[in-house]
């Protein structure tokens, strides 16, 4: 007894195929089906709360014909007209209050520390290198400007901001700088 077993493998599989398409298939038609009363549950929901919420906004009585609306509008306006008082000009002299005045002096806040600083940001063996530290100063919204210096021979471009009245000014710019990434500042007393 001979089998072919090529043919076995394929009615197999092909059986198999076919088991697993119904089932897809099944399953597809009971998603399908299950949506639908949940929509319609949730359409004749929405249906029944504005219908609510209609009949509660028109109460009894609150129903008129545009004719009765202007009448009652008219009687109101007239109601309201007779008992009006326009005496603003009376009330108003007699609401005044008098206020005693007295004379003060303000004087311009001085500094404590009248004393000059500057702040030097750095110190570089090149132009270049002190025009793009200036640029970034200047961003900064604050006055800076470069300093030439030959020490030993060799000459230095120092970079200063300022000048800035009393101890606190140059602090504040100090962190400001630090802030901003350019540490290393220090104060310089120019008077």
Same mark, same amino acid.
């Given at each position: 007894?001979?089998?072919?077993?090529?043919?076995?493998?394929?009615?197999?599989?092909?059986?198999?195929?076919?088991?697993?398409?119904?089932?897809?298939?099944?399953?597809?038609?009971?998603?399908?089906?299950?949506?639908?009363?949940?929509?319609?549950?949730?359409?004749?929901?929405?249906?029944?709360?504005?219908?609510?919420?209609?009949?509660?906004?028109?109460?009894?009585?609150?129903?008129?014909?545009?004719?009765?609306?202007?009448?009652?509008?008219?009687?109101?306006?007239?109601?309201?007209?007779?008992?009006?008082?326009?005496?603003?000009?009376?009330?108003?002299?007699?609401?005044?209050?008098?206020?005693?005045?007295?004379?003060?002096?303000?004087?311009?806040?001085?500094?404590?520390?009248? @004393?000059? =600083? !500057? /702040? +030097? %940001?750095?110190? #570089?063996?090149?132009?270049?290198? $002190? *025009?793009?530290?200036?640029?970034?100063?200047?961003?900064?919204?604050?006055?800076?400007?470069?300093?030439?210096?030959?020490?030993?021979?060799? @000459?230095? =471009? !120092? /970079? +200063? %901001?300022?000048? #800035?009245?009393?101890?606190?000014? $140059? *602090?504040?710019?100090?962190?400001?700088?630090?802030?901003?990434?350019?540490?290393?500042?220090?104060?310089?007393?120019?008077?």
């Amino acid at each position: 007894m001979a089998h072919d077993f090529a043919k076995q493998r394929s009615t197999s599989s092909s059986s198999t195929k076919r088991r697993a398409s119904s089932k897809n298939a099944a399953t597809k038609v009971s998603q399908s089906r299950t949506h639908w009363p949940w929509f319609f549950s949730g359409l004749l929901t929405g249906l029944f709360a504005a219908f609510i919420g209609l009949f509660s906004f028109y109460q009894p009585g609150m129903i008129q014909s545009p004719a009765n609306q202007l009448a009652t509008q008219e009687e109101t306006s007239e109601n309201a007209a007779e008992g009006t008082d326009f005496t603003f000009y009376d009330r108003l002299s007699e609401a005044e209050v008098v206020v005693d005045v007295v004379a003060v002096d303000l004087q311009p806040e001085q500094e404590e520390d009248p @004393t000059v =600083y !500057r /702040v +030097q %940001a750095a110190s #570089f063996n090149t132009r270049a290198d $002190a *025009e793009n530290l200036l640029t970034q100063i200047h961003a900064l919204g604050l006055e800076a400007n470069i300093f030439a210096t030959e020490v030993l021979g060799q @000459t230095f =471009y !120092r /970079v +200063q %901001a300022g000048p #800035f009245t009393g101890n606190s000014n $140059a *602090e504040d710019a100090i962190d400001l700088l630090a802030g901003n990434n350019i540490s290393g500042a220090i104060k310089i007393r120019v008077r």
